[in-house]
T-cell receptor, first 112, second 115 residues
Framework: QQQVKQSPQSLIVQKGGISIINCAYENTAFDYFPWYQQFPGKGPALLIAIRPDVSEKKEGRFTISFNKSAKQFSLHIMDSQPGDSATYFCAAPTGGGNKLTFGTGTQLKVEL | DAGVIQSPRHEVTEMGQEVTLRCKPISGHDYLFWYRQTMMRGLELLIYFNNNVPIDDSGMPEDRFSAKMPNASFSTLKIQPSEPRDSAVYFC?????????????FGPGTRLTVL
């Protein structure tokens, strides 16, 4: 069973700062690594995902960096804003590649 | 599209009662997933369907839990009898996957409280 280790558990960042969340996975033969964002009282929603034929993917202020040899990937949020305050989950494919195992989540708070 | 629809949004019941959670996936999506979210265990996959057929129910915690998908636009998750430790937020998600994992679209969830 795929294990996905996510850190840190919580993170406080000042407005305008960089938020960095890390994930490590065990094994996967499938290349699809997403990050989901969840606001209180809502379901998780896809934020950004990478299919690692590239080592980095950027969408606006959000960047995924992927290190296949280390089996690690990270989410960078540049110029963090209070509206980014949410819980972030990484995930990795498992069980034949059609399902995802989620990390334990990182609660991000961006302070003014 | 209205997205994934779940009902009820909140359910409060007493221990021993039957609970049925409902989900309508996004039209055209061929995968449907049921998750449970708690502070202690995070986001756990309970079961998933492909083209209305249950593919993997290894995450279903006990025989008290059952799930069905009678057609492409409806699925239920039933707990009978319910216990206080079943209290959690239950999410349904759907996906259109052509080759391997892809974006899952989550519903708003059902917050279940078992007294």
């Amino acid at each position: 069973q795929q294990q996905v280790k996510q850190s840190p558990q919580s993170l406080i960042v000042q407005k305008g700062g960089i938020s960095i969340i890390n994930c490590a996975y065990e094994n996967t033969a499938f290349d699809y690594f997403p990050w989901y964002q969840q606001f209180p009282g809502k379901g998780p929603a896809l934020l950004i995902a990478i299919r690692p034929d590239v080592s980095e993917k950027k969408e606006g202020r959000f960047t995924i960096s992927f290190n296949k040899s280390a089996k690690q990937f990270s989410l960078h949020i540049m110029d963090s804003q209070p509206g980014d305050s949410a819980t972030y989950f990484c995930a990795a494919p498992t069980g034949g590649g059609n399902k995802l195992t989620f990390g334990t989540g990182t609660q991000l708070k961006v302070e003014l | 599209d209205a997205g994934v629809i779940q009902s009820p949004r909140h359910e409060v019941t007493e221990m021993g009662q039957e609970v049925t959670l409902r989900c309508k996936p996004i039209s055209g999506h061929d995968y449907l997933f049921w998750y449970r979210q708690t502070m202690m265990r995070g986001l756990e996959l309970l079961i998933y369907f492909n083209n209305n057929v249950p593919i993997d129910d290894s995450g279903m915690p006990e025989d008290r839990f059952s799930a069905k998908m009678p057609n492409a636009s409806f699925s239920t998750l039933k707990i009978q009898p319910s216990e206080p430790r079943d209290s959690a937020v239950y999410f349904c998600a759907s996906s259109l996957q052509t080759s391997g994992a892809d974006t899952q679209y989550f519903g708003p969830g059902t917050r279940l409280t078992v007294l």
